[in-house]
């Protein structure tokens, strides 16, 4: 089925407590390069979430009691067969969601590599004694699981937001319930498939899979029996379930929206300056929450950045995900391109000009042509508002302290990026960029051994990292008197 080697990874219902789940209404999930069905999932609802919760609750005390290196073994059983069918998960993500297959099999790494990082760093949950205030007594802290953890993922990474959450939940000795994004659930139920074969326990790894967002997000922020609530997606939605989640004051982690900066300053190498930009802004056709979403270019070096971007963005091929030479594949919706293309014209309107691109493709309705947008303020909508489609706006700027007012002009702070070759300049700005990531003279910033995150309105929390998997961990306070006697 869809020419891949192994067909039982195309999964058509809900994982729960190990079993597969019917229901009795479908919704397709089609390939946005062409519209085509790819297949029909069953829509579970809000019993099959209340469902999957109970299941995680009944399977806690035997995950969250088996030791760290039992537990380790079968995630690391899990990361091998995600690697050994790198190709077929690689495949069935393009299908779903667009992007080009070489990134679709980047991100299959990319995702294992959290569940192999979490393995071995859930064997390294250690506590403390802290010296007791008097002779007859000793404080002890050990850090325990959270609980049942739930979680709602995006399409832009179907594979890799779930294992980011779902490596650092098992490690730590938790359950986990996800729901994943309508347009891309076949990764998601594709990892499932996989982490039954390695032995994860039933009730462990739950996917519900539905299209009734607003009730299955309720139950899963407000279920007493959910511990942790999890989330990756825009500002607007994490502040509704966060508001949910306050009803029963949850632990909660949310990964939200960004307007990431990009600075080349005039000291910068601007070959490198252009590669980095390139890969930041333009990989997964722009629709990553850290992707550069303003180019801020000294006017020093203004026209040589701008031509060069111009030249290697004109080399970009725009086309379906799975076409050999494509770097740039279609964008999820018919509405997203639609969105992009408003952003585009509104700025044009205030008196940008069009560089490169800035129009449809005619290669399809889900399509929108590299773009590069030049003569940009930063208080033009393009500049204002998260684009998430392959439009680069580039703005000028004259001072150091100029740019770092305008980069921490928004009320997000998830990602960051500049260009310089001054050790000075590269201490001063990292540290006043309000970011929670920044990147330095490096385009791509995620790895699993580092901590990603925002500030301000780009939401809290940590994930990947030993800081990551604290956020699926409660500390307790052990007060151990009369020692002496």
């Given at each position: 089925m869809h020419n891949l080697q192994d067909a039982q990874l195309?999964?058509?219902?809900?994982?729960?407590?190990?079993?597969?789940?019917s229901s009795s209404s479908e919704f397709p999930v089609r390939n946005p390069a062409n519209g085509e069905v790819i297949t029909n999932v069953s829509n579970a609802g809000i019993a099959e979430t209340e469902l999957a919760i109970k299941s995680a609750k009944?399977?806690?005390?035997?995950?969250?009691t088996k030791p760290a290196n039992e537990r380790a073994q079968l995630m690391r059983n899990w990361f091998n067969l995600l690697i050994q069918h790198q190709d077929d998960l690689g495949r069935i993500l393009t299908l779903e969601q667009g992007k080009p297959f070489t990134e679709s099999k980047g991100e299959i790494a990319y995702g294992a590599a959290f569940i192999e990082w979490f393995a071995e760093e859930g064997k390294r949950v250690y506590g403390d004694i802290i010296p007791g205030p008097s002779g007859d007594k000793?404080?002890?802290?050990?850090?325990?699981?959270?609980?049942?953890?739930?979680?709602?993922?995006?399409?832009?990474?179907?594979?890799a937001m779930i294992a980011r959450k779902a490596a650092a939940s098992l490690a730590a000795g938790c359950t986990f319930v996800v729901r994943p994004a309508t347009q891309t659930p076949l990764s998601a139920l594709a990892m499932a498939e996989l982490a039954e074969r390695a032995g994860i326990p039933a009730g462990v790894f739950n996917v519900v899979v539905g299209n009734d967002a607003k009730s299955m997000g309720k139950i899963l922020t407000q279920h007493p029996d959910v511990s942790k609530f999890t989330f990756t997606g825009s500002t607007p939605v994490g502040k509704t379930l966060l508001s949910q989640c306050a009803t029963s004051v949850k632990k909660v982690s949310m990964e939200l929206g960004g307007n990431a900066p990009f600075i080349v300053f005039d000291d910068a190498?601007?070959?490198?300056?252009?590669?980095?930009?390139?890969?930041?802004?333009?990989?997964n056709a722009g629709q990553t929450c850290v992707c550069t979403n303003r180019i801020f270019v000294h006017t020093n070096v203004l026209e040589e950045f701008t031509d060069k971007l111009?030249?290697?963005v004109s080399s970009l091929t725009l086309g379906d995900g799975l076409s050999p030479n494509t770097d740039i594949g279609p964008m999820i919706s018919h509405s997203a391109v639609e969105d992009v293309d408003k952003l585009v014209n509104d700025s044009i309107?205030?008196?940008?000009?069009?560089?490169?691109?800035?129009?449809?493709?005619?290669l399809g309705?889900?399509?929108?042509?590299?773009?590069?947008?030049?003569?940009?303020?930063n208080d033009m909508p393009i500049a204002r508002n998260e684009i998430f489609g392959p439009v680069a706006p580039i703005i000028a700027f004259n001072t150091e302290e100029e740019v770092i007012q305008m980069a921490n002009d928004t009320e997000y702070g998830l990602a960051a990026y500049f260009y310089s070759r001054d050790i000075g300049r590269v201490w001063r700005v990292s540290e006043a960029l309000e970011y929670g990531m920044i990147g330095i003279n490096e385009g791509i910033i995620s790895n699993a051994a580092a901590p990603f995150g925002g500030v301000k309105e780009s939401g809290n929390g940590r994930e990947g990292s030993k800081y990551g998997l604290d956020d699926y961990l409660e500390i307790k306070y052990l007060c151990m008197g009369g020692l002496n006697k």
């Open positions: 195309i999964k058509n219902f809900s994982y729960i407590n190990g079993s597969w789940h009944s399977a806690l005390k035997m995950w969250s000793r404080i002890v802290v050990i850090k325990q699981p959270v609980g049942v953890v739930a979680s709602i993922t995006p399409w832009n990474f179907p594979n190498d601007i070959d490198e300056a252009v590669q980095g930009a390139l890969v930041s802004k333009y990989r111009t030249i290697a309107a205030l008196g940008a000009k069009i560089t490169l691109g800035g129009k449809k493709s005619a309705e889900h399509f929108y042509q590299p773009s590069i947008l030049s003569n940009v303020t």
